[in-house]
């Protein structure tokens, strides 16, 4: 289960970097031979196709450091290694990208880090502040601050 | 646990909340922040008739003649467009639901509270500072600057309005001694636009930066902002700083530093 879930998060990791890529050379990509194999350290070998969308590895505990088998694309192979310490990837890499090309024709991988993506998702919690947008005589702000401001003021009384 | 002081007053059109938690500074000290802050928006503020800012644009007041604070403001912002290959500009074009002003040549006037609110909160805590205060929040609409620790002892707890959904957050992050700004158009009838185009900036819903300065983080989440979905990218490659941005589709991209303060 780890280990799939981990796999997944390679998974991510290798189309965001093709879809970085891409957006560098105003390109498309073809999809279909793109395809990522995992081995992750003790276990199993698992299999997936890319451009796929898979959960993140948040609910795992698993650690260390995971390297997608190199995947061939239009324009030469690429291959990321994604660092997990507790379930959480703390660091993507690519080991390996096209070197063949004009160098500006392609991110240096190494010197421009790579983006994590995630869906956006909904959440409460317990915060002490709120960033966002400026509030202009934003009722709700307003509130929420204060409501935020009382609730630690009472916490603090304790 | 300790003493502490929590205000929220309006002040440049919003609500600014102040949170002290060392019992060792006083009431007074918090009123010097919001003088502070009041001087600020009596002199930058675009909505005042009377601001030096208002007077420059006007053309009743010239650049020398400016409040120090005034200058060193317009140059920072000076060298923040050179910066952001032109993405923060105080002379882009006013953007609205109903109309859009382009108006060419240097007597467009000039705009700085994209560097201004996070620049006061700065300031603010410059003030704190001196004051011997060491665990602190100011929160100018958004844009914050956090010290030490909150009242219960732990690293303070930001919470990123969820873009779309109001009452909802889009994510936590837990940091101590950092600037945050976010930019985006969640309530505001007008909208961040790209410089270059003068139309309002595409595919982005909000851009929260985290560094050092939170005048700077409010610059850069202004610029990658104007940037459009790129403008993840651009934030990747800056130093000191981390960025999380929250694409149209329903996307959240992360640079690297960023996971240090994810929760």
Excluded at chain 2, 56 to 62: C, I
Excluded at chain 2, 224 to 243: E, V
Aim: net charge positive; proline share 5%; charged share 20%.
């Amino acid at each position: 289960m780890r280990n799939k879930s981990v796999a997944a998060a390679v998974v991510v990791v290798v189309v965001v970097v093709i879809l970085v890529l891409v957006l560098h050379h105003q390109q498309t990509v073809q999809r279909s031979t793109t395809s990522v194999r995992l081995s992750a350290p003790g276990g199993p070998t698992s299999t997936a196709s890319g451009a796929s969308t898979a959960p993140t590895p948040a609910a795992s505990k698993v650690s260390g450091v995971f390297t997608g088998e190199t995947v061939a694309m239009q324009y030469g192979p690429v291959q990321v290694a994604i660092d997990v310490q507790g379930g959480k990837i703390i660091d993507v890499k690519a080991v390996q990208y096209p070197v063949d090309r004009p160098r500006s024709q392609f991110i240096n991988a190494q010197a421009v880090p790579l983006l994590r993506s995630e869906v956006l998702k909904a959440q409460s919690a317990n915060i002490d502040l709120i960033s966002g947008a400026t509030f202009t005589s934003n009722a709700f702000a307003t509130s929420l601050q204060a409501a935020i401001g009382q609730e630690q003021k009472k916490a603090a009384a304790h | 646990m300790g003493l502490r002081q929590h205000r929220l007053e309006h002040v440049m059109g919003m609500p600014i909340g102040v949170d002290v938690c060392d019992p060792d500074i006083g009431a007074k000290t918090v009123d010097r922040v919001y003088r502070w802050l009041r001087f600020v928006d009596a002199t930058f503020s675009t909505y005042c008739e009377d601001s030096e800012i208002s007077r420059l644009n006007r053309g009743e007041l010239a650049v020398e003649q400016t409040h120090p604070a005034v200058r060193s403001v317009l140059r920072r912002c000076e060298r923040l467009r050179m910066q952001t290959d032109g993405y923060f500009d105080i002379r882009a074009p006013h953007h609205s639901a109903r109309r859009v002003v382009v108006e060419a040549g240097p007597a467009r006037p000039i705009d700085p509270s994209g560097l201004v609110k996070g620049w006061s909160v700065a300031g603010a805590a410059l003030i704190l500072d001196r004051a011997g205060a060491r665990n602190y929040c100011i929160n100018a609409g958004g844009d914050a600057r956090l010290r030490g620790r909150s009242w219960n002892g732990e690293s303070w707890r930001v919470g990123i309005q969820h873009p779309r959904i109001r009452d909802r957050l889009a994510a936590v992050l837990v940091a101590s001694d950092v600037g945050i700004a976010t930019s985006g158009a969640y309530e505001r009838g007008e909208h961040i636009v790209d410089p270059h185009t003068g139309r309002p900036s595409q595919g982005v819903l909000s851009v929260t930066v985290v560094g050092p300065d939170v005048a700077t983080a409010d610059a850069y989440a202004t610029a990658a902002y104007a940037m459009g979905p790129r403008g993840a990218q651009w934030c990747a490659g800056l130093k000191d700083y981390a960025a999380m941005v929250i694409l149209s589709e329903g996307a959240v991209l992360s640079t690297p530093a960023m996971s240090r303060y994810r929760v």
